[in-house]
């Protein structure tokens, strides 16, 4: 079975450019979670969204967006890049049924770096 | 706020060692908690995870945890190390119903032939 995948891998961009990432779940996981892992830090949670709607919002800046997608895909849309924006990004999917939608499965995440 | 605090950015021990990784959790409810590992360059995977069954839980690669209500802890062990262990291990807590983790900051295990 396939698991979750992102893309792109790494992704270099210049302060002030906008960036989208996207995320494909495991089939079947109708919720997807956004996090944010800066170098040496544990993640960050950014967004999660299950059915297409915002479940739940991390203390980021409305310079960062998400949406989801009918076939539960996920892209992340992060404007007017800033230095501090470099990290990892991960996206992780769940089941959407009781304790299972605790486990989060990750992607290998998207390096970005602002120059 | 929820908050999980890791002792030890980074620990050392022996191939064949008992490794022992620590985690504290904050939390007013009883969570859900989980060791996830990350090797370089790569995403997340979950070692174990526990939700109010049995407190000694049993992961993959013969990690295993134990939680402890009241000293509000959930550390990771392993009874030998293995070269292949090496890599960065972070505990996260669900304490509530939005699902989000929140996460520990990390600790690098160095295994040390």
């Known amino acids: 079975d396939a698991g979750v995948t992102q893309s792109p891998t790494h992704l270099i961009k210049t302060r002030g450019q906008q960036v989208t990432l996207r995320c494909s779940p495991i089939s079947g996981h109708k919720s997807v979670s956004w996090y944010q892992q800066v170098l040496g830090q544990g993640p960050q949670f950014i967004f999660q969204y299950y059915e297409k709607e915002e479940r739940g919002r991390g203390n980021f800046p409305d310079r960062f967006s998400a949406r989801q997608f009918p076939n539960y895909s996920s892209e992340l849309n992060v404007n007017a890049l800033l230095l501090g924006d470099s990290a990892l990004y991960l996206c992780?999917?769940?089941?959407?049924?009781?304790?299972?939608?605790?486990?989060?499965?990750f992607g290998p995440g998207t390096r970005l770096t602002v120059t | 706020a929820q908050s999980v605090t890791q002792l030890g950015s980074h620990v050392s021990v022996s191939e064949g060692a008992l490794v022992l990784l620590r985690c504290n959790y904050s939390s007013s409810v009883p969570p859900y908690l989980f060791w996830y590992v990350q090797y370089p360059n790569q995403g997340l995977q979950l070692l174990l995870k526990y939700t109010s069954a049995a407190t000694l839980v049993k992961g993959i690669n013969g990690f295993e945890a134990e939680f402890k209500k009241s000293e509000t802890s959930f550390h990771l062990t392993k009874p030998s190390a293995h070269m292949s262990d090496a890599a960065e291990y972070f505990c996260a807590v669900s304490p509530d119903s939005n699902y989000q983790l929140i996460w520990g900051a990390g600790t690098k295990l160095i295994i040390k032939p």
């Open positions: 992780a999917s769940s089941a959407d049924r009781g304790l299972r939608s605790y486990e989060q499965y």
